[in-house]
């Protein structure tokens, strides 16, 4: 990225240093194969708090949304002109499992919108970021800095469709029936699949959970965005961040070619 901003030199930083904690504690950890979906690990406290830390002491005006209730959140604004998003693990369920699936993921919100997503991949350390009107980025290992784009792919016959693990591998459920992809890309993490919709690796990612969190999606939701995609609610409308609540009526992001005939097939109601 050509003269990236303060921000989002900053959230590089708190996501490497944040890094480094989680592979200290990940190398180290005992496996837990039968992880459930809400588990959370000291990991994730000790990684929002660098996380946090580190955001804080650059821009200390700001507010802060994290998902792990520590000692120093609740010392932190929660409101401010700039809201910053974080999910200090997302996909704590790999994280658990030991199989690499898992992501920090760092938003920073202005006026409802995304304004610089982060998503890193610690595992296999690729980095993916983006600023509102500056492209999406990757970053992997120690390769120089690559323009993201999504796939040209506008053909539903040939989706490549990523979601979440289900509990038989590979099995068609849900909205993923309608959709009858022609290749899964399955994953514990949300920031890796909007990574995926980002780098060409998937056509589109859909959600109809009835109700999620800002920190689930935000940071991932401008990947996408940036790299030539769309993403918005399954019933068309844009996402908005920062409000009290939960988001709800699912996502989905895509390549935005494939975007309106998938909503299409999953609400063929319009």
Known sequence: MLNP????????????????????????????ADAQANITTQADRDSQDIILGHLHKAFPSDGFLGEENTELYATLPK???????????????????????FCIMIAMVQNHEVQLGVVLDPTRKRLTFAEK??????????????????????????????????????????????????????????GLKFAAVAR??????TNDYPTYNDWDICAGHILVEEAGGRVSSLAGRPLLYGAPGYQQDGFMASNGLLHNALLAKIRPEG
């Open 5 to 32: 901003s303060l921000e989002i030199r900053t959230a590089i930083e708190a996501a490497r240093l944040s890094e480094s904690r989680i592979m200290e504690f990940y190398s180290s950890m005992s496996q837990i």
């Open 200 to 205: 060409a690796e998937a056509d589109a990612y």
């Open 79 to 101: 409101a401010g002109n700039r809201l910053w998003v974080v999910d200090p693990i997302d996909g704590t369920r790999g994280f658990a499992k030991k199989n690499g699936e």
């Open 133 to 190: 009107s500056a492209g999406c980025w990757r970053r992997d290992g120690l390769m120089p800095d690559i323009r993201c784009a999504v796939s040209a792919n506008g053909n539903t016959a040939r989706l490549t469709l990523t979601r979440s693990r289900p509990k038989v591998p590979g099995k068609l459920e849900g909205k993923s029936l309608l959709l009858a992809p022609e290749k899964l890309l399955e994953t514990y993490s949300a």
